[in-house]
């Protein structure tokens, strides 16, 4: 039986580049040593950090001016690093979910923390509007998409002060205008990579604004200089994500991944709406095109374990949603194919019908 992997992160990449990894591991570039035991400084493996660099820039566009950096740590660490880089006396923060909140959490150790606006009220199911945002703040920080709750902010917002954005699971999912931003980092394990390397894309200019001293490791422009070769680099993960950039690129870049991104949400989410044992959990102008949630209505609520179970047999995984919203996710990344959303939308039909 076909499996369709619908987890929300480490979530599912395109057979070629699991396999073109996998080979790596077992001999790299001809070389007869592993991908995993080579040096990161050896001749054969620099020009690997160098392409996905500039495939990221192809892809995206990136202006002249900004670098991209693969680091370790996840975007839990890059939370601590953006307000040790930019934070001199006041951050605004749009809290969107427990990411963003983590994200405040961590800002409040270096100065002043804002949240300009917050749908913590309706337990994050709608993505804020009409908020101010303070101009005299040093920038103003967004999580683009949210795994949890199923929203996304699929737009560049125009800031008066600098913007960053954790962008960890929508990032290549769509074209995205770089140059409003000074930062943008996240996991790599949704859309990019495998899990164990961070990207950040960073506007070298803002860097350096800060009076405090940085420890060495957390400074961007540590590794700005050193080309993300300061330490070790996740040398296997990188490698991944460059079989996926050149697989992106193959497959028709950031506007075809947008546009299947569009036709696998029009799949699922018209059979969620459609379906009368099934709801939507979050509000339908901020409904996310990656991590599509929903629940049974309140009158079939039992049936939820069941349907879990019947979903796990006709091949489903990782359907389940996390416990902060309960229900039911399917993650639909770059690497989901149509024929993945026209199976789980089978499975709901034929649910359905049994009750």
Same mark, same amino acid.
């Given at each position: 039986m076909k499996k369709y992997n619908f987890n929300a992160g480490p979530s599912i990449l395109p057979r070629e580049v699991i396999e073109q990894t996998a080979a790596a591991c077992l001999d790299f570039d001809n070389s007869g040593l592993s991908l995993m035991e080579i040096s990161h400084r050896a001749k054969n493996f620099q020009p690997v950090v160098d392409e996905a660099e500039a495939l990221m820039k192809e892809l995206l566009d990136i202006p002249e001016g900004y670098k991209v950096l693969f680091l370790g740590g996840g975007a839990s660490l890059e939370f601590c690093m953006v307000p040790?880089?930019?934070?001199?006396?006041?951050?605004?923060?749009?809290?969107?979910?427990?990411?963003?909140?983590?994200?405040?959490?961590?800002?409040?150790?270096?100065?002043?923390?804002?949240? !300009?606006? +917050?749908?913590?009220?309706?337990?994050? #199911?709608? *993505?804020?509007?009409?908020?101010?945002? /303070?101009?005299?703040?040093?920038?103003?920080? !967004?999580? +683009?998409?949210?795994?949890?709750?199923? #929203?996304? *902010?699929?737009?560049?917002?125009?800031? /008066?002060?600098?913007?960053?954005?954790?962008?960890?699971?929508?990032?290549?999912s769509r074209p995205i205008d770089v140059s409003k931003y000074a930062m943008i980092y996240g996991g790599a394990q949704k859309n990019l990579a495998m899990a164990g390397v961070t990207f950040v894309i960073v506007k070298e200019d803002a860097l350096g604004k800060v009076s405090r001293q940085i420890p060495t490791m957390l400074d961007y422009r540590t590794h700005v200089k050193k080309g993300s070769m300061f330490n070790t680099p996740p040398v296997v993960p990188i490698y991944s994500a460059l079989m996926n950039l050149r697989y992106i690129k193959a497959h028709g870049g950031v506007v075809a991944m947008d546009k299947l991104a569009k036709q696998r949400a029009e799949i699922v989410y018209g059979e969620i709406d459609r379906n009368k044992l099934f709801v939507g959990t979050a509000e339908e102008d901020s409904r996310s095109l990656m991590n599509l949630t929903f629940v049974l209505k309140p009158e079939y609520q039992d049936l939820q374990d069941e349907f879990l179970a019947f979903a796990t047999e006709k091949g489903m995984v990782g359907v389940k949603g996390h416990r902060d919203v309960g229900g039911f996710r399917a993650s639909c990344y770059n690497a989901m194919s149509i024929e993945g959303c026209e199976a789980l939308v089978a499975c709901m039909k034929e649910f359905e019908a049994k009750h």
């Open positions: 040790y880089n930019f934070l001199e006396k006041k951050a605004a923060y749009l809290n969107t979910g427990v990411w963003a909140t983590k994200a405040m959490k961590e800002a409040k150790l270096f100065g002043e923390v804002v949240e !300009i606006a +917050s749908s913590a009220d309706k337990n994050f #199911t709608y *993505i804020p509007k009409n908020y101010t945002i /303070p101009t005299d703040a040093d920038y103003l920080h !967004i999580t +683009s998409n949210n795994t949890i709750y199923g #929203t996304e *902010i699929r737009y560049d917002i125009d800031s /008066p002060v600098p913007l960053i954005a954790d962008m960890s699971s929508d990032f290549l």
